[in-house]
T-cell receptor, first 109, second 117 residues
Framework: QQPVQSPQAVILREGEDAVINCSSSKALYSVHWYRQKHGEAPVFLMILLKGGEQKGHDKISASFNEKKQQSSLYLTASQLSYSGTYFCGTISGANNLFFGTGTRLTVIP | GAVVSQHPSWVICKSGTSVKIECRSLDFQATTMFWYRQFPKQSLMLMATSNEGSKATYEQGVEKDKFLINHASLTLSTLTVTSAHPEDSSFYIC?????????????FGQGTRLTVV
């Protein structure tokens, strides 16, 4: 079953922060995060492999709560380049990557 | 990072014809490739898993006779949309992951925008 993300869409001004949540009804063994610009392929952001793990790069970070079957992506001091649709992804037992419902992020000047 | 090349980037075809989309891994051997379909403003939905040298594995609801997948070599997988209809118009995208690990990032092709008229 497809992971559910919230919010579905968010508009930020440059410099503001945002949190995107990903929730699964099935056990999560790892979580991927990707960003997709319109008409382009998704771009890898990060993978979290262990419950309790937190990871970040520049001003984008993520956490993974294995018990709650949830992950959150944190964007701080947002930039115009952060605009796009963010997807979490989960790995099935067959090693397939299933994407979440997506969150459309728009950063305005 | 690894490079996955997909061709063509876009295609317009007439109803009833077939269209082939190619996906190549350029700098690694991909025993498994994945095909996704994305409708406007929706998520990427896994259609099938392409396995080198064996039959593809299709997700529930995906017609295997309509979406033919061939993975004849470790670097090439093809998706053929047969007897295309306007409702098949979508963004098709392939991906590959390092076959040696369970939890590795996915590398994506550029995607193919199919329009059936």
């Amino acid at each position: 079953q497809q992971p559910v993300q919230s919010p579905q869409a968010v508009i930020l001004r440059e410099g503001e922060d945002a949190v995107i949540n990903c929730s699964s009804s099935k056990a999560l063994y790892s979580v991927h995060w990707y960003r997709q610009k319109h008409g382009e392929a998704p771009v890898f952001l990060m993978i979290l492999l262990k419950g309790g793990e937190q990871k970040g790069h520049d001003k984008i970070s993520a956490s993974f709560n294995e018990k709650k079957q949830q992950s959150s992506l944190y964007l701080t001091a947002s930039q115009l380049s952060y605009s796009g649709t963010y997807f979490c992804g989960t790995i099935s037992g067959a090693n397939n990557l299933f994407f979440g419902t997506g969150t459309r992020l728009t950063v305005i000047p | 990072g690894a490079v996955v090349s997909q061709h063509p980037s876009w295609v317009i075809c007439k109803s009833g014809t077939s269209v082939k989309i190619e996906c190549r891994s350029l700098d690694f051997q991909a025993t498994t490739m994945f095909w996704y379909r994305q409708f406007p403003k929706q998520s990427l939905m896994l259609m099938a898993t392409s396995n080198e040298g064996s039959k593809a594995t299709y997700e529930q609801g995906v017609e295997k006779d309509k979406f033919l997948i061939n993975h004849a070599s470790l670097t090439l997988s093809t998706l053929t949309v047969t007897s295309a209809h306007p409702e098949d118009s979508s963004f098709y995208i392939c991906s590959a992951r390092d076959p040696t690990g369970m939890n590795t990032e996915a590398f994506f092709g550029q995607g193919t925008r199919l329009t059936v008229v």
